[in-house]
Each structure stands twice: as structure tokens, then as C-alpha cells.
């Protein structure tokens, strides 16, 4: 079973558990018995490109964020490995700073949330707001140059597009195919996010709900994020596969044996078993 996960946010990127502080979550990764997690957080924008409220940190906070998590290094090293990093996006003409918190941190976590519209303005997943079919090629684009430039180190949940469309068709094939070529292509794992399944059957009322067995395949069964069709596609590639907690709360790290058997039920075993998934760290 994995014993790591590289998606783990903070307090300060404003929409995630304001009670737990990075320590907290460390505690709760021992007593799982990780060997390695890395602190990703939502990136600061320099160019304030995505200024909206309560998604990420400020710039100005990035030296206390990076100052804690290396404070945090020494006094558990003897425990459990940790690395800094961030969760960013790629954005055409942001190559430079980029770079600048590639060049601070030891891991970054491409997670796309949104592309350039042909107006200039930001498209975002989470908003629910209508992607054309150029603008979610567009997205694969992205994804594709930032591997090209070799920016990140993983791919975070790459079938999130499935947010904003209502079945998996033609294109969502096309760009499903464009990103596990790409990830192929540059040797750079995918992730199997794990936080929409935490958040539909557990984390409801800022609570942990208990479920029975009935309820939470219930709550799964028209989910299309994950998306099956796209695990199936990449199952044909030779590309590496990790899970992903995408941590945003107190409670979620000691459910992860229960979301990877829930993940693999919800996609597959057929597809599970095709898919590469790496126990070693990256």
C-alpha cells in the first residue's frame, strides 16, 4: 500500500480546515505510518494572475509558509520525510515564475484548474461555469507544455475537466489520450485524487459522517469525477500512478485505506490492476 502523498494544503490558502495547523496533519501522518508527504499548497501568484478571494495564499506569505514546513523537517526527520512544494497551474507568459517556486521547494503538483478563454479571462473548473470544446483541448495543452518544460513533478487529478461536462465523449477522449501521451512521454506520474470521494461521503457540515456501505456506492454512482473512461485510457499507457489525498481537513488523512478501496471500486479492479501504480517515492 502507498505509504506517501504529495497533495496536502494548509490553512492558508483559505478554504481549507482553519483548526488544524501544519503539525496537526504531520501527527496524523505518522500514526498512518508515512514515510513521506510533501506540503502542497495552492501557489502565491506574483502577477496576481488568479486574485480570488480564499483560493490561495499571498505571495507574502510564501517565506512563513516555506520557513515552517523546513522548521517541520528537522524536528520529525527521524519520523517521516518531508518535502515543501506548492500546487500550481500552468498559464502561458508565467514560464519565468513558475520556475522561481520550482526553484524554492522540492516538489511541484500541477493541478489545472484553469485555462485563458480566447478574451483573456480565466475559465475555472470549480466555478461550474461552460467549457467550450477548444478550451478543454487548451487545458490538455497546458498540461502537455508544462511536462514539456518540465515544471512539475506530478500531475494532480488530470480528469478533473469532467467537473464541466456531462459525459465523456469524442473530445473528452482526445484530450484524455493528449495528457497520458504527454505523461508517458516525460516519465511524470498521474494522480488518482482522492478528495471528491472524501468530500461526497464524508465531509458534509464540517463533519465526519459515517455512512453504511449502501449509502457511500449510492452517493458514488453517477459521479463523473473521478472519471472512469479516462483511468481506462490511461491503463493503455505506460505511465506511473499515484494516489492522491488532495488533504484540505482534519479527519481525512486516517481514511485513506478507505478511500483507495472506494477509489478502486468506483473506477474498477479490471482498470485498477491495468494501471501502474508506484509504492516507491518519487
Known amino acids: 500500500m502507498q505509504n506517501f502523498n504529495y497533495h496536502q494544503h494548509t490553512y492558508r490558502c483559505g478554504h481549507a480546515d482553519f483548526a488544524m495547523e501544519d503539525e496537526g496533519y504531520i501527527k496524523e501522518y505518522i ?3 508515512f514515510k513521506e508527504i510533501a506540503f502542497t499548497d495552492h501557489c502565491p501568484w506574483k502577477d496576481e494572475v488568479d486574485n480570488r478571494p480564499n483560493v490561495r495564499m499571498k505571495y507574502s506569505e510564501r517565506n ?14 527521524d519520523k517521516v520525510k518531508i518535502k515543501s512544494g506548492y500546487e500550481i497551474e500552468y498559464l502561458p507568459g508565467e514560464e519565468d515564475n513558475l520556475r522561481e517556486l520550482k526553484d524554492e521547494t522540492d516538489i511541484l503538483v500541477l493541478g489545472q484548474h484553469f485555462v485563458y478563454t480566447d478574451n483573456g479571462d480565466l475559465n475555472i473548473f470549480d466555478k461550474g461555469e461552460v467549457f467550450t470544446d477548444e478550451e478543454l483541448i ?11 518544460l518540465n515544471i ?27 495528457i497520458c501521451k ?25 463533519g465526519i459522517d459515517n455512512l453504511s456501505e449502501e449509502q457511500k456506492k449510492a452517493k458514488l454512482k453517477d459521479a463523473r469525477y473521478p472519471c472512469r473512461e479516462f483511468w481506462k485510457i490511461a491503463a493503455k499507457y505506460n505511465v506511473r500512478v499515484i494516489y492522491g489525498l488532495d488533504v484540505h481537513h482534519k479527519g481525512q488523512i486516517p481514511l485513506f485505506n478507505e478511500l483507495v478501496k472506494l477509489a478502486n471500486d468506483f473506477i474498477g479492479n479490471e482498470t485498477i490492476n491495468k494501471l501502474n501504480f508506484i509504492e516507491e517515492t518519487i
Not at 66 to 77: A, Q
Not at 138 to 148: F, S
Not at 183 to 196: F, G, S, V
Open 31 to 33: 500514526k498512518m505510518g
Open 138 to 148: 487548451r487545458y490538455a495543452e497546458y498540461i502537455d507544455k508544462a511536462m514539456e
Open 182 to 206: 504527454s505523461a508517458e512521454k516525460y516519465d511524470i506520474p498521474l494522480e488518482l485524487n482522492l478528495n471528491k470521494i472524501f468530500k461526497e461521503i464524508y465531509y458534509k457540515g464540517k
Open 64 to 77: 512563513e509558509y516555506l520557513d515552517n514546513i523546513n522548521k517541520l523537517k528537522e524536528k520529525y526527520m
Open 152 to 178: 512539475p513533478d506530478i500531475i494532480a487529478h488530470p480528469d478533473l475537466f469532467m467537473n464541466v461536462r456531462d459525459k465523456f465523449g469524442e473530445v473528452e477522449e482526445k484530450i484524455s489520450n493528449m
